[in-house]
């Protein structure tokens, strides 16, 4: 029996209702919606018909069986006209809807005489009951309706094909093919006065691909996704890209931003030759990657700020692709630029101030170590001079790359070495001045002048200088006099227990007292100064500074050769 698998398709007309409904999306497309229910209000009349035994009856039922040519195809054209980005006035839809319902009323009115339809006999075909009818008078009317219809379809879809645009081809074929096969069947049906019509088939075809395709037709739809965003920022623009990077959708405002998506079409990978394209495609990938989620371009005088994030809208929350969200930060792109001015020009001033500080606290230090040579007649020049040849020893540490020195502490062991001996100023000018050989009393109390100068480093530098530097310099101060093998002071440390600043230190300062003339003493010959090094390294000096005083050390007796030290 026909009216079988017409109740099927009615039931999968409401199934698929039932089915969108489920997807509870907050923002709801009334033409898509209007479809879907208005078609097993088709399909029942159908049903209904091919079991109607009367004249009077079926009359009826193709009152209800016309909403396929009049509301259901002006809902057609008006969800084509919005796939395509058409604005639909209010006076286009009084003008279609009010067509449709003078349509259906003249159906309606003409029940009870011959003017629609002159003649209606009601056939049992032993599948079913069909109705033969003759036109009347007034159906003139009907076929200019439906000729004037597929004549504004066909407008649109030939200006479809030949207009630029971001609106997606792919649901613009799906109404293609449903008015063509639709147009096809009524034409064959109306031809050949066919007993059962194969349309109700098809508009469940419709129906299935609708809510297969409901997802689809959402993330195509910029303002499903931006809905809540829009109420409050509506100068926002607004971009769906697919996992993929096809494009989906965006609002008006997204192409004054993007010019490019003016031509950019629906579904297909974005441009690989736009400037601002490319941006997006490695946004997309540092995004991915966990890297920057926004950038930053021009667009004339206009500075734009474009950020990326995930959109769902599956109710498992699947993603589905990215959602762009560009806003002009013109005005904060001014004010950024005004505080990184200002905080430029006064971290300037600031380290200009902190130089000079730096600068006088560095005089200070070189005054106190003059001042103490000047009480000490037998190291007349020590100061410079060891912070000469520390300058050549690290450089040499460098080029051999045997220990972690880099350019920063390379500089400051630089720097810090003319506080070595801050402590001696201290020191009874008894003891430090006496030419003869110190009691082991006197000794004691020399080598006070280690721990007195790290104190001393600690109150001219500490708070004033890095506290890096001034880590370098109080180890440089405390700990020159330590030795290798722990018979050193002052607290008698061994080996890499002490800090490799030191025992730079240690090395030039040692060398200095033998090559020097001291007032009570010649200095010695490079070779047997060499030879007492050398023999001294892994006892008294680190070993790993053996290779580095053979690299160095016909630099440091050139550089004696024109010092006054001899």
């Known amino acids: 029996m026909i009216y079988i698998p017409y109740g099927i398709s009615m039931i999968i007309s409401l199934l698929v209702i039932i089915y969108m409904a489920q997807k509870n999306y907050n923002n709801i497309d009334i033409y898509y919606w209007s479809l879907v229910v208005i078609i097993p209000i088709i399909e029942l009349a159908y ?114 094909f030949i207009r630029k645009g971001t609106f997606s081809r792919r649901s613009l074929y799906m109404f293609l093919i449903t008015v063509v096969v639709g147009l096809a069947l009524h034409l064959y049906e109306e031809i050949t006065s066919a007993d059962f019509s194969m349309l109700p088939f098809l508009y469940t075809i419709g129906s299935l691909a609708i809510a297969f395709n409901y997802d689809y037709i959402h993330i195509h739809d910029i303002s499903c996704l931006i809905s809540e965003h829009q109420k409050y920022h509506s100068s926002r623009g607004y971009a769906a890209i697919s996992l993929k990077a096809d494009f989906l959708s965006c609002n008006p405002k997204c192409i004054e931003y993007l010019p490019f998506l003016k031509t950019q079409r629906v579904d297909e990978k974005l441009s690989q030759t736009d400037a601002y394209s ?21 667009i004339n005088d206009m500075t734009c700020v474009c950020e990326i994030s995930h959109f769902s809208i599956r109710k498992d929350g699947k993603t589905q692709g990215y959602l762009l969200d560009i806003r002009d930060s013109t005005e904060e792109q001014k004010t950024y630029d005004i505080i990184t001015s200002y905080n430029e020009t006064l971290n300037a001033e600031v380290q200009e101030k902190t130089e000079s500080i730096k600068d006088i606290q560095r005089k200070i230090v070189l005054g106190m170590a003059n001042m103490i040579e000047n009480r000490d007649n037998n190291t007349g020049g020590h100061v410079k001079r060891t912070s000469d040849i520390i300058h050549i020893i690290v450089d040499e540490i460098k080029k051999q790359d045997i220990l972690p020195i880099d350019d920063v502490m390379a500089n400051d062991i630089v720097r810090a070495a003319p506080t070595h001996d801050l402590g001696k100023i201290t020191i009874d000018s008894s003891i430090l001045l006496k ?89 010695l010959s490079y070779e047997k100064v060499a030879s007492m090094m050398l023999e001294g390294m892994g006892t008294q000096f680190d070993p790993n500074l053996k290779s580095v005083f053979i690299g160095c050390r016909s630099e440091l007796e050139k550089y004696y050769e024109h010092s006054d030290a001899r």
């Open 47 to 160: 049903w209904l018909d091919a079991q109607a035994t009367t004249v009077e009856a079926s009359k009826n039922l193709f009152c209800f069986i016309y909403l396929d040519s009049t509301f259901f195809l002006t809902i057609l054209i008006f969800l084509m006209m919005k796939a395509l980005g058409f604005s639909i006035k209010p006076w286009m839809k009084i003008l279609g809807y009010g067509a449709a319902a003078v349509h259906m009323g003249m159906v309606a009115l003409c029940v009870h005489n011959d003017l629609y339809y002159k003649t209606v006999e009601v056939i049992d075909t032993g599948i079913g009951y069909t109705t033969k009818m003759t036109s009347g008078p007034l159906k003139v009317f009907h076929n200019a309706y439906l000729l004037t219809m597929f004549g504004v379809i066909i407008f649109i879809f030939i200006f479809a």
């Open 278 to 298: 490319l941006k997006i495609y490695e946004l997309i990938n540092s995004f991915e990657n966990g890297g920057a989620n926004s950038f930053k371009f021009q």
């Open 435 to 523: 030419p003869a050989a110190l009691t082991d009393e006197e000794y004691t109390i020399m080598k006070t002048h280690a721990e007195k100068s790290g104190e001393m480093v600690l109150i001219l530098l500490d708070g004033v200088e890095e506290k890096r530097f001034v880590d370098v310099a109080y180890n440089v101060a405390r700990y020159h006099h330590e030795r290798w093998d722990g018979r050193g002071y002052p607290e008698g440390l061994v080996g890499t227990m002490i800090p490799l600043e030191a025992r730079i230190m240690a090395v030039a300062d040692v060398y200095d007292a033998l090559v020097s003339k001291r007032a009570y003493k010649e200095p």
